[in-house]
């Protein structure tokens, strides 16, 4: 069964977000790094939070791994890019790790 990870970038008063970075660089990396154990990746940034409201998030990045051995060695892998989160933004970013139902 296909794991996941969801990596949530909340939009708090005051914080910063460089997408110009964050899909140039940062996207680039997760798929140089983590690719060759996913599936799929999305990226979506976040432009409300429904009818007269600001988005709850500057973008949600979605990660589907292939299983959880997958997901296991990706994460062995991940300090990169937990080390580039500071130069694309200030925010404290959300991650939930979990199994894909559908």
Do not use: R
Request: proline share 8%; hydrophobic share 35%; with cysteine.
């Amino acid at each position: 069964m296909s794991s996941s990870v969801q990596v949530l970038y909340p939009a708090t008063e005051g914080t910063h977000f460089d997408y110009d970075y964050y899909v140039n660089t940062h996207l680039k990396m997760v798929a140089e790094i983590w690719g060759p154990y996913m599936k799929t990746a999305l990226a979506t940034k976040g432009l409300s939070g429904g009818p007269d409201t600001p988005p709850g998030f500057h973008a949600i990045a979605t990660l589907v791994f292939n299983d959880g051995d997958a997901l296991k060695e990706g994460m062995s892998k991940a300090q990169p890019l937990l080390d580039d989160i500071p130069k694309f933004t200030d925010c404290q970013p959300q991650m939930l790790i979990g199994e894909v139902l559908g």
